[in-house]
């Protein structure tokens, strides 16, 4: 079963009033509990692909499924609501807030969910010591390592259990060795959450074997 589906998706920006087509007819599906890398060189489309996937953005044409549900032209609440109930972010810079504690950057998803904070606490726990880092709960994202900062973003996109994890070159800031043991990390959430997981990279060396690739060249799928 696909958890997405999109089909015959363009999207084009107008810039200085010249047309820059970034995708081109581009059709394809996320299989639920799977990873699925997005690959293709800088420029070919991918950032784009990910944010209609995950409605930050719109295509121009073409349909966007997710959950079974057309999700193509929601208003920007709908978006919104629907983000924030389905979908997890993970970003290559992130995008921790600095001036909170690790704990409290990974309970920031929930303040509007559980009111209760010592239940907030024991869940950003729990997803905390899920990527190995319960011990760092009151440190700052400026006192640990690129690679603990990301595994913190990884604990916070999980700690609402979105369906679907999406990760836009997570490991573009990271060196070889922990760039591989981010996307091992990622791609052992999908069984241990019960999410399917959606990277985008450009470093082909990272994909992991068995999954599922789509390969973006010049906006269309190759
Ligand atoms: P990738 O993620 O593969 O590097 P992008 O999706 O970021 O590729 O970009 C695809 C193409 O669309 C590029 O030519 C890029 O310059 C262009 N593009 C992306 N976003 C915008 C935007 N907001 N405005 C204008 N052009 C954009
Ligand atoms: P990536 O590293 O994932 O390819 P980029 O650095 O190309 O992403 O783009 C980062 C952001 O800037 C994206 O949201 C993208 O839509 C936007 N963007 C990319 N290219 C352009 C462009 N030529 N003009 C305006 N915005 C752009």
Redesign the pocket.
Known sequence: ASVVRFNNICKS?T?DRVE?N?LLDVSGEIARRETTFIT??????????LNIMGLIDQPTSGELIILDQDVTNLSDKAAADFRSEHIGFIFQSFNLIPVLTVGENVEFPLLRRIKSASKRREKAKQYLDAVGLADLFDRRPGEISGGQRQRVAIARALVTEPTLIIADEPTANLDSQTSREIIALLDHMKSEFDTSVVI?T?DTSLITQGSATIN?ID?RTA
């Open positions: 920006y810039m820059v970034a293709g060189p800088s420029g070919s489309g991918k950032s784009t692909l985008c450009h973006i906006g």
